[in-house]
């Protein structure tokens, strides 16, 4: 199912949330923001790679209505000049969702999963967990899409320099490949651990 306004009342079902047309104008926003203009990868395709994998491990989520609400939002604010739009997007899906009438321990929960979007370590959380090897599935695709993916996340950063992106691009690849494991979940492991410890290779050395 494409991410939609039809997708979104799944989500809001998904969370004990009943659609409104204030919801519905917010999920129109939502969708308006990954189809801007500058994005090329973090898009209303991304979006619907997200929400369909977690439709397909939905039965794993401990909250799966809080699960998808946060893929909703985790890339809303996309600006690749600004370091804190992992932290306006979970500030913004905490303060919707409060507004919806979700209680405040769920809505921080939300908030937390999207904050664990920055990738700054190894999620302990389960729902997190299985959030991220969502997100980072793209590492582990086949060799095209990859490649694919590489020069669409180069467009979105095309007023870096190239040595300067290569650097920064490099560096955190390597931070990836340093780790016990990309993926947290045994599934993501099993799929895509081999295949993106390959990509995340070849990326580097080129």
């Known amino acids: 199912m494409a991410a939609d306004l039809i997708r979104w009342n799944e989500t809001l079902r998904l969370l004990g949330v009943a659609p409104t047309p204030a919801l519905a104008a917010l999920g129109e926003d939502l969708l308006a923001r990954y189809r801007e203009p500058h994005r090329h990868y973090h898009t209303v395709v991304h979006l619907d790679d997200c929400l369909a994998q977690a439709q397909q491990v939905r039965t794993q989520f ?3 209505g809080e699960v998808e609400f946060a893929l909703w939002f985790h890339d809303a604010i996309y ?5 804190d739009n992992e932290q306006r997007c979970a500030d913004w899906a905490r ?3 409060v507004a919806a009438g979700v209680n405040a321990a769920a809505a921080d929960r939300i908030h937390a999963l999207i904050l664990s979007t920055r990738h700054a370590a190894l999620p302990l959380d389960p729902d997190a967990a299985l959030l991220i090897d969502i997100d980072l599935s793209i ?3 086949e060799a095209a899409r990859f490649d694919a993916y590489e020069t669409e996340v ?3 950063y095309h ?3 190239m040595f300067l992106f290569n650097l920064k691009r490099k560096q955190l690849l390597r931070e990836f490949l340093a780790r016990p494991h990309i993926y947290s979940s045994s599934e993501y492991q099993r799929r895509l651990e081999a295949r993106a410890r ?3 290779a070849r990326s580097i050395a080129r």
């Open 159 to 161: 007023w870096v320099p």
């Open 198 to 200: 390959a990509n995340l």
């Open 95 to 97: 303060q919707s969702a």
């Open 62 to 64: 401990q909250q799966a």
């Open 79 to 83: 600006d690749t000049r600004k370091s």
């Open 154 to 156: 180069r467009s979105e």
């Open 139 to 141: 590492l582990g695709a």
